[in-house]
């Protein structure tokens, strides 16, 4: 220890160790299995074999197959779908509860029973919807018992608006959290400063309500995206197997261990998601804002 | 171009009177917050409001500016009933405690917010020529393109106050504006307060909880407890002559005795002394400003009120020393000297002395008036 006296500039042990836990764990279940997924995409892959020599096949087939390109769009219409559905309905929400509701006690209700939904698990919000939006369904039944309709509405459930329908009730609330958030936070006094300018209410919505909320609009997309992107389940439960978004590609290709076929998508959907991310990170400095 | 044409409908309207207020009651839930206020304010006035916490001076402001309505009672400005006009409508500015700042925008647009976005919107060359020669009024020139959050809280209190001005209004609100500011910089922003306001000859009306920043500020001061106007004039009547207790107590200015007056006789703890004049007020109180009373040794000869109270503490203040005596029954006294009348006596904490002043510079407040 003594020898050891020159005092070198280092990152002290402790910092070390406490990162440590998080780094190890980040390697080995983040950063590794998505270089293997890379990796395993440009495998070769036989009916019912998989060996690591390397080829393009497997991407030459994603691009050249209409089903899987296909598959690619109406993952990025959906999601555009859902993004805006989500930002359309979940802002007004947000802004009631964040902003008009004046009593805090209030605004918490209302946001706990936007999260009350939660309480059941994933797969059973999905599959609540067939019931409601079924041909024998209870707005189909409800519609035709007031007499509005005489036959059923088909076009309700197993079809794309079915999955945007159930989609948009159970990502909407990651909208109107951090949106709410942020408009919470707003200094009443600076509204009421921008009245006493003259400013109308538009013109303070679209001046000052606005751009101050804008940061929870990001992470609110940023939450949609991710989780949109990523989706499987309830275009599988409530499509009818018509809406084959890139999740859904996924889950049959590792069902028929296709693996290369798998990666590839994977790694198709995370370099997507990464881009989508990175672009709404530039819209403002989360670092300075939050 | 609307600033020049806004100010020649002023010289239609009546000129002198810029806003009234005829009997404004306003309730929030159980609590009264003004209890039937009526107030003229003249143009090119400086009018301060004081009261303690919770009298309803803020409330005043905020009804005046639209932001609040008044459950009973009118509010007119420049001669028009604006009871019911929404708060965008009505020209009157408004400073705010914590300035209130757009946070996300620049020195120079904060400032240009109003004449952007306002009622009347000005041309961009007009504005920028507004909004430069009011920033460099306000002492802000190089400062245009800083965020405000990357400026001084005076600075920030300039911002506010030329967001307002550069709108040309008649009447501006400041709900103490200076609360956020630390003591040195207090002074000089009363003094520039005083001085922009004269060089733009509009009506302030400005509202504080510090009875020397009302009296150094105003030409006129309105003295406000419980949502009720209790004294109005120019800062001498105020502090020479309290209208009563509760104004006395308020100024911070008086030592006050409870006791009875009857008789042309005020009966209090320091004994039985005649009273010239009283007026008329809720309860008997005896008044005797800081400054007037003298501290004498405690066996000394004296004729008239006299007090024995015991030094507890005393407190440099720079032009004078307070002192802190208490009376048997635990009443705090303070005695003011001035140091330009003379080195200070010292005293001996926990020694009696006795407290005496001249009964004729006493105020007395009664029921009663002799």
Known sequence: MMADATPTPRISSTTLWLLAPGVIWMVLFLVLPILMIVYVSFWTQTTFNISPTPTLASWKQFFASDTYTGSLWTTVRIWLIILGLTFVIGYPTALYVGLFVKSKTLSTVLLVICVIPFWTSFLIRVLAWRPMLGKE???????????????????????????????????????????????????????????????GFGRIFWKIIFPLSLPGVVVGAIFVSVMVLGEFATSGALSGRKVNLLGNIIVTQVGSLKWAM?????????????????????IVDLKREL | MSGESRAGDMNMATETEIFRLDGVTKRYGDVLALDGVSLTAGANEYISLLGPSGSGKTTILRVLAGFEMPDMGRVHFQGRDITALPA??????????NFALFPHLTVAQNVAFGLTHGAAPLPQSDRDARCRAMIAMVGLDGLQDRGVDQISGGQRQRVALARTLVMQPRLVLLDEPLGALDANLRGRMRNELRSIREQ????????????????????????????RIIQTGTPDQ???APASPEVAHFLNRFNLFDGTLSGGTFTGPFGTVPVRAARKAARDVYAVRYDRVQVKPALAAHDGPALRAKFVASEYLGSSIMNFFETPDHQVLEVEHHLSLGAPDTFEPRQDYLLTWNPEQAIVFGRETA
């Not at chain 1, 798998?262 to 530039?282: E, H, K, N, Q, Y």
Request: charged share 15%; aromatic share 8%.
């Open chain 2, 238 to 240: 105020v502090y020479d």
């Open chain 1, 137 to 199: 369904g209870a707005i189909n039944i409800i519609l035709q018992k007031l007499r509005i309709i005489s036959q059923p509405i088909e076009v309700l459930l197993f079809t794309e608006l079915s999955v945007i329908i159930g989609m948009t009730q159970i990502y909407v609330v990651f909208m109107v959290g951090p949106v709410a958030f942020m408009l919470g936070r707003i200094d009443r006094n600076i509204i009421e400063a921008a009245r006493d300018l003259g400013a």
């Open chain 1, 262 to 282: 798998a990666s590839v998508v994977g790694v198709i959907l995370t370099v997507f998601m990464g881009v989508v991310i990175a672009g709404f990170l530039r």
């Open chain 2, 200 to 227: 733009m000859g509009v009506t302030f009306l400005h509202v504080t909880g510090s009875e020397t920043e009302a009296l150094a500020m105003g030409d006129r001061v309105v003295v406000l407890d419980s949502g």
């Open chain 2, 88 to 97: 965008h409508e009505r020209g009157i500015g408004f400073v705010f405690q």
